[in-house]
């Protein structure tokens, strides 16, 4: 199984600048699909970004186009996004997750498609 713990959250002003990281542990991990997602308090858990295992493929939510990225580095287990441009609506809990196929399908957006979850890690901006 995969574990997944992120990292690189805090509080920043409008319109800085954060990278999240996803540490992961797993023998397969590098052919897994890894995805981005968010959840503020009393929302449902919203898709934000996801990856194919080679990082080729990515797909992102309207919201954060041309602001955020997703990457891969497989020899280090590792996944990131870079946040840039940051919104006050950008404010969320945000979690890395893993789905076991190596290709996205038509549920990549879906919380569901993601077998593994890390613990989230809080981003907050300052109007």
């Known amino acids: 199984q995969v574990q997944l713990v992120e990292s690189g959250g805090g509080l920043v002003q409008a319109g800085g600048s954060l990278r999240l990281s996803c540490a992961a542990s797993g023998r397969t991990f590098s052919t897994y699909v890894m995805g981005w997602f968010r959840q503020a308090p009393g929302k449902e858990r919203e898709f934000v970004a996801a990856?194919?295992?080679?990082?080729?493929?990515?797909r992102y939510a309207d919201s954060v186009k041309g602001r955020f990225t997703i990457s891969r580095d497989n020899a280090k287990n590792t996944v990131y996004l870079q946040m840039n441009s940051l919104k006050p609506e950008d404010t969320a809990v945000y979690f890395c997750?893993?789905?076991?196929?190596?290709?996205?399908?038509?549920?990549?957006?879906?919380?569901?498609?993601?077998?593994?979850w890390g613990q989230g890690t809080q981003v907050t901006v300052s109007s």
């Open positions: 997750a893993a789905d076991r196929s190596p290709y996205l399908t038509g549920g990549y957006y879906n919380p569901s498609t993601f077998e593994y």
């Open positions: 990856s194919s295992f080679g990082g080729g493929s990515t």
